[in-house]
């Protein structure tokens, strides 16, 4: 018998759809050269959107441990809150905060004049874009942890082996190549979406034994 679930198709429509439209998104994140010399337009477009999208990929990931009362499940759970909360923090003020003052600075006509104050938040080291700010430095981790805690979870409920490795390969693609736009972040959101619609389909045709309600 199948196990009862009162929202099946919507379910994998949000696990799948969230980070696959983060991981489409991360394809027009602009690369920094120089940071002065941003596409304003993009770069603030794309972290706008990525503020919401950032913490809906990370509820996707608890999908695939909905319900679930092991110890890999919670880590999952408390990886997953670390990545929402340090790399939406990081992304507003490396993304949001550096693009709006780039576009202030051009505008004013004295654009060496804001060089500095924009270096000051673009290389701080917590919140910063550059080199390795601990933010996003801690939310790349939490990140790998929670898709190797959520692979191992659904590997001991009885999937298989392609879409449980997938799903841990692909947790590690921000930290493997220190950026959320290409490849990084399409390698490890499009990972998610790509694991998550197989694993739900995979839920969804086997028993499962009585499961404690849990987000």
């Known amino acids: 018998m199948k196990p009862s679930d009162p929202h099946p198709v919507g379910e994998t429509i949000f696990a799948v759809g969230a980070p696959l439209a983060l991981a489409i998104l991360e394809m ?87 060089r500095a104050p924009i270096q000051t938040v673009w290389t701080h080291p917590i919140v910063g874009g550059y080199p390795a700010p601990f933010l996003a430095v801690l939310g790349s981790i939490a990140w790998s942890v929670g898709a190797v805690a959520a692979a191992v979870s659904n590997k001991r409920a009885g999937s298989s082996w392609p879409p449980i490795i997938l799903l841990a390969i692909s947790g590690f693609g921000i930290g493997i190549f220190r950026t959320h736009a290409w490849p990084g972040g399409p390698m490890t959101f499009g990972g998610l979406a790509l694991s998550a619609g197989w694993l739900l389909r995979e839920r969804a045709r086997r028993p499962e034994s009585p499961r404690v309600n849990a987000v």
């Not at 959107?49 to 919670?74: E, H, K, N, Y």
């Not at 990545?83 to 693009?99: H, L, N, P, R, W």
Request: net charge negative; hydrophobic share 55%.
């Open 28 to 114: 027009f994140h602009p690369h920094v050269h120089e940071v002065m010399d941003l596409e304003v337009g993009t770069w603030l477009a794309v972290h706008y959107a990525q503020i919401p999208l950032f913490p809906l990929s990370a509820l996707a990931m608890l999908t695939l441990v909905r319900g679930r009362a092991g110890v890999d499940a919670w880590v999952c759970r408390v990886a997953m809150f670390v990545f929402a909360t340090s790399y939406v923090a990081f992304d507003t003020a490396a993304g949001v905060v550096t693009g709006i003052l780039v576009r202030a600075a051009h505008a004013s006509g004295s654009p060496d004049v804001w």
